[in-house]
Nanobody, 119 residues
C-alpha cells in the first residue's frame, strides 16, 4: 500500500518560514518523481513543485519560485518543502504526491498538513 504522511504545518506570521515533510512507504520511492500540491480555502488544487527521481532536477509554480525549495532523501524515503517569506495567499492544505508536474494532481495524495499564514 502507498502511504504518504505529511507533517510540519502550522500557524505562521507573514514573512515567516517553515519546512514541510512527507514520509513515504509502501512503494519504490526512488523510482518516482514526487510533487507537492496545495489547496487553499475555497479554491481548487494547485500544483506547487516537483523533483525528479534522483533529485537533480526541480520545477516550481510561478507563484512560489524563489521562495519554496523542494528536496528529497531517497535513503530515508522522505520529501521536503522549505517555505520562506510566507504570505497569506500561501494558506492552504499541502500534500505530497507521486509524479512530475500538474499531472501529479491526479495521483494519490497523503492526508495533508495545514499551513495558515496569519498575523
Amino acid at each position: 500500500e502507498v502511504h504518504l504522511v505529511e507533517s510540519g504545518g502550522g500557524i505562521v506570521q507573514p514573512g515567516g518560514s517553515l519546512t514541510l515533510s512527507c514520509a513515504a512507504s509502501g512503494f519504490a520511492f526512488g523510482a518516482y518523481a514526487m510533487s507537492w500540491v496545495r489547496q487553499a480555502p475555497g479554491k481548487g488544487p494547485e500544483w506547487v513543485s516537483s523533483i525528479n527521481r534522483d533529485g537533480t532536477a526541480t520545477s516550481y509554480a510561478d507563484s512560489v519560485r524563489g521562495r519554496f525549495t523542494i528536496s528529497r532523501d531517497n535513503g530515508k524515503k522522505t520529501l521536503s518543502l522549505q517555505i520562506n517569506r510566507l504570505a497569506p495567499d500561501d494558506t492552504a492544505e499541502y500534500y505530497c504526491t507521486k509524479g512530475w508536474g500538474p499531472r501529479a494532481l491526479e495521483g494519490d495524495w497523503g492526508q495533508g498538513t495545514v499551513v495558515t499564514v496569519s498575523s
